[in-house]
């Protein structure tokens, strides 16, 4: 049974950098979401995909961030122009039916130089 | 303002104690979905449970129980004679109708930092 799938796990990067993350989602599930956290703080919501759709994006979700999920399967969301205030956990979910039961990756830990 | 607000920042207990977990939410819904997770020190969020709305039943599942009370907008989680590997940080969270569907962001309050010592 695979789950939530992320990579890379971790990424240092020197500010001005653009850097992109993958998710790959339960086989069947057909929404995912993206997510960030911080040292001591909730998830905060980025942004949601319904197989290829991108529904809804967070306000956090700034220009210099973008996310796609091309073929309705997994996702990428690239940050250009990193800055260190990027720097936080990066987190994927992904669900199916009724309910919104989300289940999450192991994140993406993103530090910027 | 939070939707989710978490008034406990950090609990501490000895293995064995009862521990309550508060969750206060807010929302104009009629509609919604309430869940908590946990975090353990690994990183990776657990989903635990989700209530809906028009279900207020308490729920137990082993240890853990949880009260949902409409009336205060609560939704509390209990676990019964904790256990050193309950230590994590816990999220309550809720998800809201948009455009007819409780199907969008999950909003989190900030964690509450469970510790059990042995």
């Known amino acids: 049974d695979t789950g939530v799938s992320q990579d890379p796990r971790h990424k240092i990067t020197k500010r001005g950098q653009n850097v992109t993350f993958r998710c790959d989602p339960i086989?069947?599930?057909?929404?995912l979401y993206w997510y960030r956290q911080t040292l001591g703080q909730g998830p905060e919501f980025l942004t949601y995909f319904q197989n290829e759709a991108q529904l809804e994006k967070s306000r956090l979700l700034s220009d210099r961030f973008s996310a796609e999920r091309p073929k309705g399967s997994f996702s990428t969301l690239e940050i250009q122009r990193t800055e260190q205030g990027d720097s936080a956990m990066y987190l994927c979910?992904?669900?199916?039916?009724?309910?919104?039961?989300?289940?999450f990756g192991p994140g993406t830990r993103l530090t910027v130089l | 303002a939070q939707k989710v607000t978490q008034a406990q920042t950090e609990i501490s207990v000895v293995e064995k104690e009862d521990v309550t977990l508060d969750c206060v939410y807010e929302t104009r819904d009629t509609t919604y979905y309430l869940f908590w997770y946990k975090q353990p020190p690994s990183g990776e969020l657990v989903f635990l449970i989700r209530?809906?709305?028009?279900?207020?039943q308490n729920e137990i599942s082993g240890r853990y129980s949880w009260n949902f009370q409409k009336s205060t907008s609560s939704f509390n989680f209990t676990i019964t004679a904790s256990q050193v590997v309950d230590s994590a940080v816990y999220f309550c969270?809720?998800?809201?109708?948009?455009?007819?569907?409780?199907?969008?962001?999950?909003?989190f309050g900030r964690g509450t930092q469970l510790t059990v010592w042995p």
């Open positions: 969270a809720l998800s809201e109708a948009l455009r007819g569907s409780t199907l969008g962001r999950l909003y």
């Open positions: 086989s069947e599930h057909n929404r």
């Open positions: 209530r809906n709305s028009f279900d207020e």
């Open positions: 979910a992904s669900s199916f039916g009724d309910y919104n039961e989300q289940f």
